[in-house]
């Protein structure tokens, strides 16, 4: 069973379950290995409806610590965290001296559009969608440009609610994009939240999963799982994805050093 790089906890304060729930969940699924990527905490007011406060950061990494004497599955510890405009001030810093395994980036905001929050869902009504995505990947070459980051997260995430460019804009608009990446090494996450969500598919579609593996882009998979019973979800899926997108070796990492594995059979 592949490793699940991508499980929040309750402490960002819209996921349900402890740290010790999500392992208990992954040891039933026989995953071999999980890191926890809760959102990251931030001391500028960003988002703070959906992440952990400051002062609860020791609550979440001492969780990760004593989980990680229990023996399999093997704990990592990550966080996600997302590019924002004026991040680097914060993050530089704080994501050096917390001795994270994996760092995923995130953009869950367009001009101060939470553009994927069912709250914020209907304006998408009233933008031009093709712009919107080409902003919104505008925003992820600046991500891949900081080196913060070891992974993007649901890379094509503006799909969650079914609005897409055509195929011609999306592959012109990413493949700048896909390119800085493999320049730096950066990772991509296939995320199988997105066959929970309306568009029902797997961030990234087949078509961006192809180009990066053109590009030998080191992949991992990711439920994000805001409960315990996501941990591992659809891997099956994400590993049919991979495999048929050209994809024979995926990532491990620690200490924010990637290893490239071969992925299993089907
Ligand atoms: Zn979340
Ligand atoms: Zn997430």
Known sequence: MLPDYHIHTALCAHAEGEVGDYWSAAKRNGLAEICFTDHAPNPDGYD??????????????????????????????????????????????????????????????????????????????????TETWRKYFETIARLVETHLFDAVGHMDLPKKFGHRPSDKDLKEMIQP???????????????????????????PSPVIVALACERAIP??????????????????????????????????????????????AF
Not at 69 to 87: H, I, Q, S
Not at 180 to 197: D, F, I, P, W, Y
């Open 177 to 203: 994009v896909l390119d800085r990446m493999a320049e730096g090494g950066m990772g991509m996450e296939l995320n199988t939240s997105g066959l929970r969500r309306p568009v029902r598919e797997i961030y």
């Open 48 to 129: 703070p409806a959906h992440r952990m406060r400051m002062a609860e950061f020791p609550l979440y990494r001492n969780a990760i610590s004593d989980i990680q004497d229990k023996g399999d599955p093997r704990v990592l510890f990550g966080v996600e965290a997302d590019y924002y405009e004026g991040c680097e001030r914060f993050l530089t810093q704080w994501l050096s001296g917390q001795g994270f395994d994996f760092i995923l980036g995130s953009v869950h905001f367009i001009d101060g559009w939470g553009f994927d929050n069912p709250e914020e869902r209907h304006i998408w009504d009233s933008v031009d969608v």
């Open 219 to 264: 992949i991992c998979f990711g439920s994000d799982a805001h409960s315990p019973s996501d941990v591992g979800a659809d891997f099956d899926m994400a590993l049919k994805l991979a495999r048929e997108a050209g994809y024979t070796e995926f990532f491990r990492i620690r200490q924010r050093k990637k290893e490239r594995v071969p992925l299993p």
